[in-house]
């Protein structure tokens, strides 16, 4: 069954010019050129596998939109904006975007991106851990890396791919400092050429959904200069 997905863009040519590259990757899009229409979509027909997102809309921004639809959906999600601003790159992040490109942009880096994005999902769902890793015995908090799942005191933690893959690789290395460059070559799948502080945002995302105090961290430790460290809890 071919990989289905959404693109939330306002102008026609762009859209169109996405559509067709995406189909000749061989995936099912459905289009919306306003917010609204594709969270109407979403509640009809549920997510897509992935979805891409201008961040300058008619009527609903991209960032209220991502945010939206971060309430029920877990859904991968790259955004493409015209507006590079650090703060804008930032406040998609923290929205619950996991890619950010910029316009103008060339149609191949979209589609390899998305293969990337393919990519991370496939490794997620074959990776072959034999149990669950406790992480944290007084929460209780649990991953199952071969299921696809964390759980914290039998309650599921609605990770996105993005937070999941970046719990996993610390996860198998514990108590080891893994580099931002490490996690985003891991994780993203994107070598030299990616944006570090793309780490630095999921992580803090990560850790409002894990820690007990997320200002004060001690399951996922930052390692000034280094990098990220998990400490399990015991």
């Known amino acids: 069954m071919s990989t289905q997905l959404m693109i939330v863009e306002d102008d026609d040519r762009v859209r169109t010019a996405l559509r067709l590259a995406m189909e000749d990757e061989g995936y099912d899009v459905a289009e919306a050129e306003a917010a609204e229409s594709a969270l109407d979509h979403l509640r009809d027909n549920g997510a897509p596998d992935v979805m891409i997102i201008d961040l300058v809309l008619g009527g609903m921004d991209g960032f209220t939109c991502i945010r939206e639809i971060r309430r029920d959906h877990q859904v991968p999600i790259i955004v493409v904006s015209a507006r590079d601003d650090t703060h804008d790159v930032v406040a998609a992040l923290?929205?619950?975007a996991d890619d950010f490109v910029t316009k103008p942009f060339e149609v191949k880096e979209i589609t390899a991106r998305m293969r990337a994005l393919r990519r991370r999902a496939g490794l997620t769902a074959e990776r072959d851990a034999p149990q669950d890793i406790l992480l944290d015995a007084a929460r209780r908090i649990v991953l199952?890396?071969?299921?696809?799942?964390?759980?914290?005191?039998g309650d599921d933690l609605h990770l996105t791919l993005?937070?999941?893959?970046?719990?996993?690789?610390?996860?198998?290395?514990?108590?080891?400092?893994?580099?931002?460059?490490?996690?985003?070559?891991?994780?993203?799948?994107?070598?030299?050429f990616g944006d570090e502080r793309i780490v630095d945002v999921h992580m803090r995302r990560l850790r409002t959904k894990i820690e007990r105090d997320a200002s004060d961290p001690r399951l996922?430790?930052?390692?000034?200069?280094?990098?990220?460290?998990?400490?399990?809890?015991?």
């Open 94 to 96: 923290e929205a619950g």
């Open 144 to 153: 199952s890396p071969q299921r696809g799942i964390a759980r914290c005191g």
């Open 220 to 234: 996922i430790v930052t390692v000034r200069g280094l990098g990220y460290r998990l400490d399990v809890q015991e």
């Open 162 to 192: 993005t937070e999941f893959r970046l719990l996993c690789e610390l996860a198998e290395n514990p108590g080891f400092v893994l580099s931002r460059a490490v996690l985003l070559d891991r994780v993203w799948d994107r070598g030299f």
